[in-house]
């Protein structure tokens, strides 16, 4: 250091720090040899405190304002010295601004899930991310039980550390919750401010808090996300056995328009040949009477199935040649009630036409010498 820069030291009397930065924490005023003039000015600005440190040791805090450096509001440093009132001399200690206002966007999430026991799913893993805000309380407990002799302490040196606090309290807080998987996501505020209090009994030894803390995702594993999706499903789809009618008349309706595409293209490609078989070469040819097409037989009758009401239970469902058997047998009588898929209530088995004729069919003659 040139002479000149030792005489700006010896002359400059204004002690202040203006922080450029956004995530320094503490930061030491540099002097020549740590000698500061007697009557010297501090300029401690908002959000901001400066700390003395005198010879290793703890000296005064100083709150927002301005201040000549006297021993009557140097108590603490007057003690350490033995000065007297008369003391005029530049004296040595170190100045520490710490930032006292709120570091925010500060980031926090499980490297490792989480297990915790849900009552209805058992044991799952869960991660969890969020944001969190930190903020020096005590200046001088931070000084000296973080920073120690750093020049230059940033948000970077800390958070790591922060971070591990806050997933440890996190897992011991979710564990121990018993809310159930499906429901955290609605729990989310309450979880984190119960987050932020263990936190904050924490990170108080150091000179911290925890002023705000979120909760952003809790993410389950893949396979309670799929139980849920199923879950969810199934409340959409209502009535299950309507719905499985619904997809199947919906895949029959399906397979018919694809069935009638195909015959539209083999009609369209056969015409195309005769047409091109007539034509030919040397012009149109006679025309000839074509064979009849193939035509495509009709569905199958769908075969209807019954169920029987008697004495207020109902069973079923049975075929037609099972009804037949019953109407033989006495079982099924032409007063039973019946009713099939698609029939507007039930029914006596002599109204319904399709099982009227099982009651109508007379028995054959019986066998000579019975």
């Known amino acids: 250091m040139g002479i000149f820069d030792f005489l700006s030291g010896e002359f400059i009397d204004v002690i202040h720090w203006t922080d450029d930065t956004r995530d320094t924490m503490v930061w030491r005023f540099e002097r020549e040899a740590h000698e500061i003039k007697y009557g ?3 300029t401690v600005r908002e959000g901001q405190a ?11 805090v100083f709150s927002p304002g301005l201040y000549m450096l006297e021993t009557n509001n140097m108590p603490i440093l007057t003690t350490l010295n033995h000065w007297d009132h008369g003391f005029k001399s530049p004296f040595k200690s170190e100045v520490y601004f710490v930032n006292t206002t709120r570091f925010s966007d500060l980031k926090w999430g499980t490297k490792n899930p989480i297990i ?7 044991p799952v893993r869960i991660r969890a991310y ?4 930190v903020k020096v309380s005590d200046p001088a407990l931070f000084l000296t039980e973080i920073v120690g002799t750093d020049g230059e302490f940033t948000m970077d040196e800390i958070s790591f550390q922060i971070r591990n606090i806050i997933v440890q309290a996190f897992s011991r807080i979710v564990a121990s919750s018993g809310i159930p998987v499906l429901d955290m ?4 505020a309450d979880m984190g401010k119960l987050v932020a209090s263990e936190i904050t009994k924490v990170v108080s030894e150091y000179g911290l808090i925890i002023p705000e803390f ?3 995702n809790i993410s389950l594993p893949e396979a309670v996300e799929a139980a ?12 299950l056995d309507g719905y499985m009618k619904f997809n199947a008349a919906e895949a029959m309706g399906a397979e018919n328009s694809a069935m009638a595409s195909s015959m539209g293209a083999g009609m369209g490609a056969g015409m195309g040949m005769a047409m091109a078989a007539q034509t030919g070469p040397w012009g149109a040819r006679p025309a000839t009477t074509a064979a009849p097409a193939a035509q495509t037989p009709p569905p199958p009758p769908v075969e209807h199935v019954w169920h029987i009401a008697e004495n207020g239970e109902t069973t079923g469902p049975f075929s037609k040649a099972e009804m037949g058997q019953m109407a033989a047998k006495g079982t099924l009588k032409r007063s039973s009630y019946v009713w099939t898929p698609g029939q507007d209530g039930w029914l006596q088995a002599e109204d319904v036409r399709e099982l009227a004729q099982l009651f109508t069919i007379a028995p054959p003659p019986p066998p000579p010498g019975a």
């Not at 969020?130 to 805000?133: A, D, H, N």
Request: negative net charge.
């Open 50 to 60: 400066a700390v003395f440190v005198h010879e290793g040791q703890l000296a005064d």
């Open 214 to 216: 979120y909760i952003e």
């Open 185 to 188: 996501a609605a729990n989310t």
């Open 130 to 133: 969020g944001t969190y805000t």
């Open 116 to 122: 915790c026991r849900d009552p209805e799913f058992g």
């Open 228 to 239: 849920m999706d199923k879950r969810t499903s199934m409340g959409i789809v209502g009535n």
């Open 40 to 42: 010297a000015k501090l």
